[in-house]
C-alpha cells in the first residue's frame, strides 16, 4: 500500500516560480512518477512524467517553463514551475505506479494541492 502526500502549490505571480513535492510512503519500488493537472471545467490531463532512471517527458504546453526530479531512495518527486501563467492555473495531482505486494501493477493518486497564478 502506497499514499502519496504532495505539497507545495499556492499563489503565484505571473512569471513566477513554485515547486510542488511528492512524497510517497509505504515498502515498496516505485516506478513511473507523474504530475498531472485538472483545471475547472477541464479533463485532468498529464503535465510531466519521469521514470524511475530519471527519464523525463513534458506536455507541449509546459514549453520548457517547467522541470520534473525525483529523489529515489526518499520516493519523492518535485516539479519545479517556472515562468508561471494564469493558464497553469489548476489542481495538481502526484500520481505513482508501482507492483503491489500481489504482483499486480498498480497506479496510486495524491490528493491534489491547488497552484492559482494570478497578479
Known amino acids: 500500500q502506497v499514499t502519496l502526500v504532495e505539497s507545495g502549490g499556492g499563489l503565484a505571480q505571473p512569471g513566477g516560480r513554485l515547486t510542488l513535492s511528492c512524497a510517497a510512503s509505504?515498502?515498496?519500488?516505485?516506478?513511473?512518477m507523474a504530475w498531472y493537472q485538472e483545471a475547472p471545467g477541464k479533463r485532468r490531463q498529464v503535465v510531466a512524467r519521469i521514470t524511475r532512471d530519471g527519464r523525463a517527458y513534458y506536455a507541449d504546453f509546459v514549453e520548457d517553463r517547467f522541470t520534473i526530479l525525483r529523489d529515489n531512495p526518499k520516493n519523492t518527486m518535485f516539479i519545479i514551475m517556472d515562468s508561471l501563467k494564469p493558464d497553469d492555473t489548476s489542481v495538481y495531482y502526484c500520481?505513482?505506479?508501482?507492483?503491489?505486494?500481489?504482483?499486480?501493477?498498480?497506479?496510486?493518486w495524491g490528493q491534489g494541492t491547488t497552484v492559482t497564478v494570478s497578479s
Open positions: 500520481e505513482v505506479e508501482y507492483i503491489s505486494s500481489d504482483q499486480r501493477p498498480t497506479v496510486c
Open positions: 509505504g515498502n515498496t519500488t516505485i516506478n513511473g
